[in-house]
């Protein structure tokens, strides 16, 4: 992409109303645009970045064998009255009645939609197990929505549902996911720690919440620093070997971690004193497994090997999508913008020309442009009539993780320069150099 081509409406002025970083930065850099209370539009940048996580999602889901689908943002009430949620969901629920006057509902999440689905075709325990998800948008008319895209009231959500005809199976579903949800984060540049957590209204055991560290999270954490040391890394792993998946589940959930709401104080103590954690994190996704809740409800039953109807077990899993740009950013940013994890950058390298209209500086950018373009790589070429340090501060602020810079003192000695956003590092490199070390770089991401 070249930047005079682009739509990157980057501010100069902080935005008042945004009271932390990843706010700040996103509405800084061009990303996203409040429409309403907790209700963006994703303008380009800010589109890029979200369409790269979706993207890992999808991948990692259908690794572990999941299913992706679709199902509607708007629902009818009638599914969410016969599972006796229409009147526990609150005020969080947005109401709808179209004009025949039937209640509709904005979808906070989808069991029920789900799980109409399922009994709709599924009959028979041969067609277990099954797990199904989407990434769809999702309203929750939150009391108090702030921090942009962290706590909106639209938000894009990867949610899946597995359903399995044993508890054991279910079981196996829920370390799947877990696994699932590990390598994904760590895709995107992320650690988020399993921490045990509340069942909430769902109920249930088995659920772990996923938390990125951070001092601006919303929720307080208890943690053994023992488990910010575990990486998942590139291990092979076999989704359908039971054995394997519950090992990572006790290797990642075996110390303590816990939010606030399942903390123990006695049990916390029981941990060396020099490796309590007290801090702050956002949860970025939870898992769940809450058995035959939802199947009873709402009469989702398979005949067994026996001939007997008995209702499945199911779980939810998900992870918050839009959300993860906001973690992202905070975990990853200095004073100056944001630092993209190779991973989910929206662009892999920037192309910064000193000197707009040179005919050997315009020359060679053109000739970086095409040879990264030609490797599969997308670069962003800020080929505007600007000062250098306006062009430097724009890519900064953006986040790409390297700059290319381009100018005409270099050229005569046959060099750019290859600079890494994390560091501040810098090497002269002859042009080909630095396109053959960026294509290195991205070569297994
Ligand atoms: P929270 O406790 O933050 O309100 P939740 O536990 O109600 O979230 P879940 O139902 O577990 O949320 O939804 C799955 C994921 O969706 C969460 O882990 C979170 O990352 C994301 N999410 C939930 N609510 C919002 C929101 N209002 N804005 C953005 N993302 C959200
Ligand atoms: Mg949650």
């Known amino acids: ?13 902080t935005p008042a109303e945004a009271q932390i970083a990843s706010h700040r930065l996103m ?25 790269k996580i979706e993207n890992i999602v999808h991948e990692e889901q ?15 009430a009638d599914l969410w009255r016969e599972s006796g949620r229409y ?21 906070p999440t989808n069991e029920e939609l789900i799980t109409d689905i399922f009994r709709s075709y599924v009959g028979s325990y041969k067609d ?73 209204p769902i109920g249930g055991d088995y659920t772990h919440e996923f938390l990125v ?44 971690a816990r939010t606030d709401e399942t903390h123990e104080e006695a049990l916390f103590n029981e941990v060396p004193e020099e490796r309590r954690r007290t801090a702050r994190g956002i949860e970025v996704g939870q898992i769940f497994y809450f058995g035959t809740k939802y199947s ?14 008995v209702p499945v077990h199911m779980g939810s899993h998900g992870i918050g999508v839009s959300r993860l740009l906001g973690a992202i950013i905070e975990a990853s940013h200095d004073d100056k913008g944001i ?31 095409k040879s990264l373009t030609a490797l599969g790589l997308d670069p962003l070429y800020d080929d505007r009539k600007e000062r250098a340090g306006g062009k430097f501060a724009t890519m900064d602020l953006i986040g790409l993780p390297w700059r290319i810079t381009v100018g005409p003192r270099g050229l005569k000695n046959g060099v750019v320069e290859l600079t890494c956003r994390k560091t501040g590092e810098s090497e002269e490199l002859s042009p080909e150099l630095a396109v053959q070390k960026v294509a290195e770089i991205y070569a297994g991401i």
């Not at 009873?296 to 109807?309: C, G, H, L, P, S």
Request: proline content about 4%; glycine content about 8%.
């Open 87 to 107: 009147d526990d969901y609150g005020e969080e629920m947005l109401r709808i009645t179209d004009r025949h006057g039937r209640d509709m509902l904005y979808g």
């Open 296 to 309: 009873e409800a709402m009469n989702a039953t398979v005949v067994n090997d026996k001939q007997e109807r």
């Open 128 to 200: 277990l197990p099954l797990t199904l998800y989407h990434i769809q948008w999702k309203f929750r008319d939150e009391i108090r929505p702030r921090f942009g895209v962290m706590r909106g009231r639209e938000f894009y959500m990867k949610d899946g549902y597995n359903f399995d005809l044993t508890k054991e199976d279910a079981l196996h579903a829920y370390n799947r996911h877990l696994v699932s949800y590990l390598r994904s984060y760590e895709r995107m540049g992320l650690q988020a720690i399993p921490m045990r957590a509340d069942g909430g």
């Open 27 to 51: 509405l800084r850099a061009g990303m996203i645009k409040q429409s309403a209370a907790g209700i963006y539009s994703w303008l380009p940048l800010g589109f890029k970045v979200l369409k």
């Open 339 to 369: 630092i993209w994890p190779e991973g989910v950058t929206p662009f892999h390298v920037g192309i910064v020309n000193l000197k707009q209209g040179d005919d050997e500086a315009d020359a060679a950018c053109e000739a970086l442009y």
């Open 62 to 76: 259908q690794r572990a064998g999941h299913i992706p689908m679709l199902m509607p943002t708007l629902q009818s």
């Open 1 to 13: 992409m070249r930047l005079s081509r682009y739509f990157l409406p980057v501010l100069k002025e």
């Open 213 to 256: 560290l951070a001092e601006t999270g919303e929720s307080e954490v208890f943690y053994d620093s023992e488990v910010t040391d575990l990486t998942f890394g590139d291990r092979e792993i076999d989704y359908d070997n039971v054995e394997q998946c519950q090992g990572v589940l006790e290797e990642f959930t075996s110390r303590y």
